[in-house]
């Protein structure tokens, strides 16, 4: 993961170049997922994902480094894809951690519990013991969060989005509720997984696109 952004940073200043020597297709580094995109002041880009995606957590270098200084005028959202009810735990996990602003601090623990030390956390029951254990959690509060109003109603519009997206896996990530790329659509052509500067440039072609 840390090679990724190394190679993503020292790469990231080619991107304009990248931009104007080739366009981008639709139906190879990108797919229209609806014909009218939303309407908001600001553009909305999603990044779709599950914590129990290893291609999510092998992209969170990549995804996070350009949200750091996305283009003007653009708001970034993670919003777990749920396709199933099998998913809802881990979903519910994430909107906790974000109503209680532990994401910068617990986000990439949860990925690294399930991913390095191979733990399961598909369940509810997991994932409070899980969080009853961790130091950067205060328990009584986490666990009323967890099953609270809010996330719950975070809960069906992350559903929602999933269908209405038409999110067909993860980790995949939609533009202005239009346009929907991925890692997996801007592969290096010779191998070795994504092409990083192109994946960039079609994101920020993209946010540019009507």
């Not at 981008?24 to 990044?47: C, H, M, N, P, W």
């Not at 974000?98 to 690294?112: G, K, P, R």
């Not at 519990?113 to 009853?132: G, V």
């Not at 719950?152 to 997206?165: F, H, N, P, V």
Request: charged share 25%.
């Amino acid at each position: 993961m840390k090679n990724l952004l190394i190679i993503f940073v020292m790469l990231f200043s080619q991107m304009s170049l990248q931009v104007s020597a080739q366009a981008i297709t639709e139906g190879k580094e990108y797919q229209v997922i609806r014909a009218q995109g939303d309407k908001e002041d600001l553009v909305q880009v999603y990044e779709f994902f599950s914590y129990a995606c290893g291609h999510c957590y092998e992209f969170q270098p990549l995804i996070e480094s350009w949200a750091e200084s996305p283009p003007k005028g653009v708001q970034f959202n993670q919003m777990p894809a749920i396709f199933n009810e099998r998913m809802i735990p881990l979903a519910k996990l994430f909107f906790s951690l974000e109503e209680m602003q532990l994401l910068d601090s617990v986000h990439h623990q949860v990925y690294e519990a399930i991913h390095e030390k191979r733990l399961n956390l598909l369940t509810e029951k997991k994932i409070l013991n899980w969080a009853k254990k961790n130091e950067s959690i205060k328990f009584n509060q986490f666990e009323k969060v967890y099953q609270s109003f809010s996330v719950d109603s975070k809960i069906k519009k992350a559903m929602q989005l999933t269908r209405s997206y038409r999110i067909p896996g993860t980790p995949y990530v939609t533009v202005k509720g239009k346009y929907i790329t991925g890692p997996s659509m801007v592969l290096r052509p010779e191998g070795g997984g994504v092409d990083v500067v192109r994946f960039v440039a079609t994101l920020n072609t993209l946010i540019e696109k009507d």
